[in-house]
C-alpha cells in the first residue's frame, strides 16, 4: 500500500534541510523524514483531484510517495511521483516529449513504451474482473 504526502517546499526549514550538508543516504532519510513529520497524507483521490499536482509552476507544494504499489489504481499514482516501468511513456510524454521522436527515441525504445503499457491495462482489467477493483454501474442514474 502506498502513503502519499502533501508537503510545503516554499519553508524556511524545507531550505534549510535541502541546503544542508547532509548526503547520501543521510539526506534522503533526512527529506523523507520531513516530509512525514510536516507534510499532510493525502487519499488517492484528493491527489488525483488535484491538477497542479504535476505544474512546474511555483504552487508551494508537492507530493512524494511511500511504499509499493498494491493495485493498478496505486501504480498510477506511484508511476506520476516516482517510477513504474509500464507506465514511463506517460513521464516520457509529460516531462520529455522531445524525446519522443525517431531521431531520439528507436523502435525497441517505442515498442517497449507500448508493451508496457498494454500489460498495465491487461492487469487493470484483470483487477476489475476479479473485484480488486470495484467498480459500480448505475446506469439507472445517468441522465441522457
Not at 511504499?67 to 506511484?78: D, F, S, T
Not at 525517431?102 to 508496457?116: I, L
Request: charged share 30%.
Amino acid at each position: 500500500m502506498i502513503q502519499i504526502y502533501r508537503y510545503q517546499h516554499d519553508t524556511q526549514k524545507w531550505h534549510d534541510l535541502i541546503n544542508s550538508s547532509l548526503t547520501g543516504k543521510e539526506r534522503d532519510n533526512s527529506i523523507n523524514d520531513f516530509i512525514k513529520e510536516n507534510g499532510t497524507e493525502v487519499s488517492i483521490q484528493e491527489y488525483l483531484n488535484d491538477f497542479n499536482r504535476d505544474s512546474f509552476r511555483n504552487k508551494g507544494y508537492s507530493y512524494k510517495c511511500f511504499g509499493q504499489a498494491e493495485n493498478c489504481i496505486e501504480r498510477l499514482v506511484y508511476g506520476e511521483l516516482e517510477y513504474d516501468e509500464g507506465l514511463s511513456y506517460c513521464k516520457t510524454r509529460e516531462h520529455f516529449p522531445e524525446d519522443l521522436c525517431e531521431s531520439r527515441t528507436d523502435w525497441e525504445d517505442m515498442k517497449s513504451y507500448a508493451d508496457g503499457m498494454a500489460s498495465f491495462i491487461d492487469c487493470l482489467k484483470s483487477e476489475v474482473a476479479n473485484g480488486t477493483i470495484k467498480v459500480t454501474n448505475s446506469c439507472k442514474d445517468r441522465t441522457l
